[in-house]
């Protein structure tokens, strides 16, 4: 099983300001890796695939980048609705492994 | 529009069973992988279980494996997880999601509202 670690675990950021949201595999994933984003009693919404290709409905303020083993998601300037939690999973193997997410909270 | 509607969860006690179900819409369903995403209270997304297209191939996380199974009917369009031997640290609302792409593994673009199931006595 391939393990996802995400750092760190919570993110205290001011609006307007970056996010920098790390994710590792244990094994590389090539770019089969997504984002998703999670808000309070919401359903996750797909954010990212490919590792790096945006999905509809997001603005360019999300970024994300990476292969192999080593990924990050990057939000250049955030927005109130940008406070969620954040996770990674990969989609390379079976069975398919979530990371633990990074909660993005105000400062 | 493309959909998933969960139904199914509800309380039950440990040692007991329950089945989920998953009405897709607005897709061609027999094409698509699809999966069951748990999370627990307060916690994180697990992968579940997913299945082939046709259904002839099952995948399961070793903590539902030999508990859960999980099937499709493409004539309705639905799909099912039967959880048996149900312990507490399975309660969770349980998802059902759907791959951008047919035919094999993919991100997941669309997710169900989720079902709750709880596991106590």
């Known amino acids: 099983e391939i393990v996802m670690t995400q750092s760190p675990a919570t993110l205290s950021v001011s609006p307007g300001e970056r996010a920098t949201l790390s994710c590792r595999a244990s094994q590389s994933v090539s770019s089969n890796l997504a984002w998703y984003q999670q808000k309070p009693g919401q359903a996750p919404r797909l954010l990212i695939y490919g590792a790096s290709t945006r999905a509809t409905g997001f603005p360019a303020r999300f970024s994300g980048s990476g292969s192999g083993t080593e990924f990050t998601l990057t939000i250049s300037s955030l927005q109130s609705e940008d406070f969620a939690v954040y996770y990674c999973?990969?989609?390379?193997?079976?069975?398919?492994?979530f990371g633990g997410g990074t909660k993005v909270e105000i400062k | 529009e493309v959909q998933l509607l969960e139904s199914g969860g509800g309380l039950v006690q440990p040692e007991g069973s329950l089945r989920l179900s998953c009405a897709a819409s607005g897709f061609t369903f027999s094409s698509c992988v699809m999966s069951w995403v748990r999370q627990a209270p307060g916690k994180g997304l697990e992968w579940v279980s997913g299945i082939s297209g046709s259904g002839g191939s099952t995948y399961y996380a070793d903590s539902v494996k030999g508990r859960f199974t999980i099937s499709r009917d493409n004539s309705k369009n639905t799909l099912y997880l039967q959880m048996n031997r149900l312990r507490a640290e399975d309660t969770a609302v349980y998802y059902c999601?759907?791959?951008?792409?047919?035919?094999?593994?993919?991100?997941?673009?669309?997710w169900g509202q989720g079902t709750m199931v709880t596991v106590s006595s």
């Open positions: 999973q990969q989609y390379n193997n079976w069975p398919l492994t």
């Open positions: 999601a759907k791959p951008r792409n047919s035919g094999w593994i993919d991100a997941f673009d669309i």
